[in-house]
């Protein structure tokens, strides 16, 4: 248990690395759920091409929500868009570069699925088997055949067992015809993909070095933030649980001492020690309050002397000026006191 632990606690301060260990994961996952699937293909004039592009596109957009679904921090960036302006501003240009990120790791699963799959050649075979040139490459003088039932006839090309169109086309030579074409777009998107990785991770920040890197820092600063509050939240909640627990328990061994006529016993010394955890939030309404404030007017990145109780902004008073002769009799009690 204490392995899983560690493992756990490594996982979560290298989110990085676990997250491209994710979408590696996903991407061979992906490779391998192609291999393992089981392509038959209609062969049938009116559906051969819904299925074969319903199998080239539909799967890579489920595996690039699932990138998303997987990555921890999706709920962060829609909850820094959505929230109020509060006494925090919302940098547009930190929220794309969070976007970006996620969305160059959800596509990878998905360009790995595209690739495996044109490169396969199965899906383009079934989807425009009946636009085959016949005139190039076979028989187009067969008499008796509309072109309605010229299409049903190709329509049949990749289901060998059923296909009777011989007179027409040889069914090895239109597959070659076709799985050629796929594989030539395949080859064609991959390094279309390859391309693209390369100028956004090694030619962006060189055009944008200072953008780039105030873009990094905050949305660090973000996914830390949230980390910490959420580990206060908890230690808060853990404290304020444990004074309530313990309250109730004194409560009841001094209506029983005074039914018994025995002395109550002495409260656990580790009682102040999660009552000083509090910071001074002891009731529901206000711990409610602390939430909302939280989430609609987040205190402004802006460090300043802990002798401003109301900087943070959510107890609705105003915050005398840095300068002011208010905020310098406080600071300089503060300083005597310490």
């Known amino acids: 248990m204490d392995k899983f632990r560690m493992i756990f606690q490594f996982l979560q301060s290298n989110q990085e690395s676990f997250m491209n260990g994710i979408c590696g994961i996903m991407a061979l996952a992906s490779a391998q759920m192609y291999s393992a699937f089981d392509f038959n293909c209609p062969c049938l004039p009116h559906y051969n091409l819904a299925y074969g592009l319903g199998i080239l596109l539909v799967p890579p957009f489920i595996l690039f929500l699932l990138g998303f679904v997987l990555n921890n921090n999706i709920s ?148 830390i933030e949230r980390k910490l509050f959420d580990e206060t939240c908890a230690e808060h909640a853990r404290s304020f649980a444990k004074v309530c627990i313990q309250q109730f328990f004194e409560g009841m061994s001094t209506d029983l001492a005074a039914a018994r006529c025995h002395p109550p016993r002495k409260a656990p010394a580790d009682a102040g020690e999660a009552a000083e955890k509090l910071l001074g939030i002891t009731d529901q309404g206000t711990m409610n309050a602390a939430l909302k404030s939280w989430h609609r007017c987040k205190p402004p990145l802006h460090l300043h002397p802990p002798v401003l109780p109301s900087s943070n902004g959510w107890v609705g008073e105003k915050q005398p000026p840095a300068h002011s002769p208010a905020a310098r009799r406080e600071m300089a009690a503060y300083y005597s006191r310490v």
């Open 76 to 223: 962060m960036l829609a909850e820094e868009w959505r929230r109020p302006q509060g006494q925090r501003g919302k940098d547009p240009a930190v929220l794309r570069y969070m976007f970006c990120s996620m969305a160059q790791r959800a596509m990878i699963a998905p360009a790995v699925w595209v690739s495996v799959t044109l490169l396969d050649g199965k899906c383009i075979t079934c989807a425009f088997c009946t636009s085959v040139p016949v005139e190039t490459l076979g028989n187009a003088s067969h008499p008796g055949l509309s072109q309605g039932e010229m299409k049903r006839v190709l329509a049949r090309i990749p289901c060998k067992e059923i296909y009777n169109g011989q007179e027409f086309i040889a069914n090895e030579v239109a597959v070659r015809y076709l799985r050629c074409i796929s594989q030539a777009l395949g080859w064609c998107f991959v390094l279309l993909m390859t391309t693209l990785a390369f100028l956004v991770r090694s030619l962006r920040p060189c055009f944008t070095q200072a953008a780039f890197l105030k873009s990094r820092y905050w949305s660090h600063y973000i996914d």
